[in-house]
T-cell receptor, first 111, second 113 residues
Framework: SQKIEQNSEALNIQEGKTATLTCNYT??????LQWYRQDPGRGPVFLLL???NEKEKRKERLKVTFDTTLKQSLFHITASQPADSATYLC??????????WGAGTKLIIKP | DGGITQSPKYLFRKEGQNVTLSCEQN?????MYWYRQDPGQGLRLIYY???????QKGDIAEGYSVSREKKESFPLTVTSAQKNPTAFYLC????????????FGPGTRLTVL
C-alpha cells in the first residue's frame, strides 16, 4: 500500500540555523508533492508545490527538493526564526487524484 | 475576504447523538473535502465533492454523511454509528481535483462525552 513517512519526533533547531525536514514515500509514483504548515488548533496552510520533473523549488527562506529515485523530499528553512515553529506536513497526489498526507513533523526553533 | 469558515470551533456530543459540522467557502472552488485528524496520523479523507449535488466516499466514510446542495456549502454529519468520533475535523476546498492545492478552514474539535 502507499505510505508516506515523516519524522514523528520533534525537530529542535537553534534560531538562525537551517532546519531540514524529510518526507519519504513508498509504493508510489506521485506527479508532485506539496508542503503545508499547521499551527496548533488550526488548519494547514499551503507553502510549496514541487513537480516530479523539478529538482528544487524556492520561496523566500524556504527550499524544497524532490528526488524521485530516492522517493524523498527535503524541506529546508534557512535563517530559522521562532515564528517558524509549527508542524509541517507533506502531501502527495495518488492515482485517484486525491492527496495522501504524512503525519507531519513538529519543528521547534529555540531563541 | 475570501476563505473557508467552519463552525463551531468546539463541539461536544453525547453518545448516541448525531451532530452536524458546518463548512462554507467563498473562494468559488468546485471541490470540497472533509478530513479527520488524529494525533500522530496524517489527514484521513472522509468525503469529497467535486461538483454540486455529487460526492464520493473517502477512506473512512463509515459513520459519516454529507450533502452538497450549494457550491459554497458542504456540511458533515457525524452519526451515532461512528464509534470513535472524538477528533479534529478539517474542511478544505480546491479549484479542481483533489490533488490541487487545498485551502483549509480553521477546524472543528469534536469531543464525545
Amino acid at each position: 500500500s502507499q505510505k508516506i513517512e515523516q519524522n514523528s519526533e520533534a525537530l529542535n533547531i537553534q534560531e538562525g540555523k537551517t532546519a531540514t525536514l524529510t518526507c519519504n514515500y513508498t509504493n508510489y509514483s506521485p506527479a508532485y508533492l506539496q508542503w503545508y504548515r499547521q499551527d496548533p488548533g488550526r488548519g494547514p496552510v499551503f507553502l510549496l508545490l514541487i513537480r516530479e520533473n523539478e529538482k528544487e523549488k524556492r520561496k523566500e527562506r524556504l527550499k524544497v527538493t524532490f528526488d524521485t529515485t530516492l522517493k524523498q523530499s527535503l524541506f529546508h528553512i534557512t535563517a530559522s526564526q521562532p515564528a517558524d515553529s509549527a508542524t509541517y506536513l507533506c502531501a502527495l497526489d495518488d492515482s485517484n487524484y486525491q492527496l495522501i498526507w504524512g503525519a507531519g513533523t513538529k519543528l521547534i526553533i529555540k531563541p | 475576504d475570501g476563505g473557508i469558515t467552519q463552525s463551531p470551533k468546539y463541539l461536544f456530543r453525547k453518545e448516541g447523538q448525531n451532530v452536524t459540522l458546518s463548512c462554507e467557502q467563498n473562494l468559488n472552488h468546485d471541490a470540497m473535502y472533509w478530513y479527520r485528524q488524529d494525533p500522530g496520523q496524517g489527514l484521513r479523507l472522509i468525503y469529497y465533492s467535486q461538483i454540486v449535488n455529487d460526492f464520493q466516499k473517502g477512506d473512512i466514510a463509515e459513520g459519516y454523511s454529507v450533502s452538497r446542495e450549494k457550491k459554497e456549502s458542504f456540511p458533515l454529519t457525524v452519526t451515532s454509528a461512528q464509534k470513535n468520533p472524538t477528533a479534529f475535523y478539517l474542511c478544505a476546498s480546491s479549484i479542481g481535483s483533489g490533488s490541487d492545492t487545498q485551502y483549509f478552514g480553521p477546524g472543528t474539535r469534536l469531543t464525545v462525552l
